[in-house]
């Protein structure tokens, strides 16, 4: 007698009548969990198109079967952008990280449980071997504009016609197939001729479509891996400062990072809270973000020279701007801006109207 093996896998059902769930499914159940925003990308062109070929993130790196990369975003509340100092916004960022990587674990489950091997990955992971390791496996803003989200600024964030760079973003790979959707090809960043971003960088680390990391990470993650490593460096250089640097500022906000994450989160609000881009910023942020004070002259020509090289750039076809090279361009907006900002806020401010008018009535 052939004793019976149990193949299943506890907590798994694969039904073999029903039909395998498609974008249009996965995509309202993102929302009924909790996304903001939700895309899909195809994991054959994420493979053959890497934000830099020479530190590739890609899936296939990560696992061979997937097919499919399910890209959610959430929103970051505005309030913590009306607020005058950094911590707010860090914390903040904390909440909103947790929650999405609840609501993509709750739906590579469902999709597990399907039939379908599925998995979330880390959005704020960084991998030692690439690029001094300032990369990680993926890029998430370059999987969000794959998947149809949105744009990269000048800044190089990922802007969404919704909430701006508002956002943060998660990949979930799964092997099962889903529809694509289609890039935005139209710019949404306004570009140089904005350049908001760029006039109120606490760090002068705007460049053209591009951002020098050291000099973001110098205010946006003050008490970061770089501060840790003087720490040690001024105890083991200098033997018997141990009182005077567990003393100083830089070891409590390290301590302070490690409890709460304030201070090491990688978050400047500045460019964030400025960018025009979104409805979000339409209803809070508008009005108290009118007057940069970071602004100077010297940005002011610099972003005016930004704007001279993107036209002679343009008239030349020339390769002089790394950032919109052949290569960078798909993910900056290949169209370039087409008033994509203006006709939102038209929109945004006709409803704002049209919600005055019907107030009354319900009163």
């Given amino acids: 007698m052939t004793a019976s093996v149990n193949t299943s896998v506890p907590g798994m059902r694969t039904p073999r009548s ?56 959430q929103r970051i509340p505005t309030g913590a952008f009306r607020c005058k100092t950094n911590t707010p916004v860090q914390y903040l960022d904390m909440l909103v990280m947790r929650r999405m990587d609840k609501v993509a674990y709750r739906l590579s489950e469902e999709l597990e449980r399907a039939g379908h091997p599925t998995l979330v990955t880390a959005a704020q992971e960084t991998e030692w071997t690439y690029k001094r390791a300032s990369y990680g496996l993926l890029s998430t803003r370059h999987l969000g504009v794959e998947a149809g989200l949105g744009t990269l600024g000048l800044e190089v964030n990922i802007l969404t016609p919704e909430f701006g760079p508002r956002v943060y973003l998660t990949g979930i790979l799964t092997e099962l197939e889903l529809e694509p959707d289609e890039r935005i090809t139209e710019q949404v960043c306004i570009g140089e001729s904005c350049s908001r971003c760029l006039h109120s960088c606490p760090a002068d680390a705007v460049l053209h479509w591009g951002i020098d990391k050291r000099g973001c990470a ?35 906000g390290f301590w302070q ?19 025009p881009v979104g409805n979000d910023y339409h209803a809070h942020l508008a009005d108290m973000q009118k007057v940069i ?71």
């Fill in 218 to 252: 110098s205010v946006a993650q003050e008490f970061g891996f770089a501060t840790m490593l003087g720490i040690f460096e001024r105890l083991f250089a200098r033997p018997g400062t141990a009182p005077e640097v567990f003393r100083s500022r830089d070891f409590f």
């Fill in 18 to 73: 029903a039909s395998p769930p498609d974008a249009a499914w996965v995509k309202r159940r993102a929302k009924e969990l909790g996304a903001d925003l939700v895309g899909i990308a195809s994991a054959a062109t994420l493979n053959a198109f890497p934000p830099d070929p020479r530190w590739p993130q890609t899936p296939e790196r990560i696992s061979r079967y997937c097919n499919s990369v399910i890209v959610i975003a």
């Fill in 257 to 275: 990072g490690l409890l709460r994450v304030v201070g090491s989160f990688g978050d400047c609000p500045r460019c964030l809270a400025v960018c």
């Fill in 293 to 363: 004070p970071e602004k100077t002259p010297a940005k002011v020509a610099l972003a005016k020279q930004y704007k001279e090289d993107r036209a002679t750039h343009e008239r030349d076809h020339g390769d002089k701007l790394p950032g919109l090279s052949a290569w960078n361009r798909r993910w900056v907006g290949v169209e370039g801006y087409q008033g994509i900002v203006a006709r939102q806020m038209q929109a945004f401010k006709k409803l704002q109207k049209q919600r005055a008018e019907t107030e009354p009535e319900k009163r």
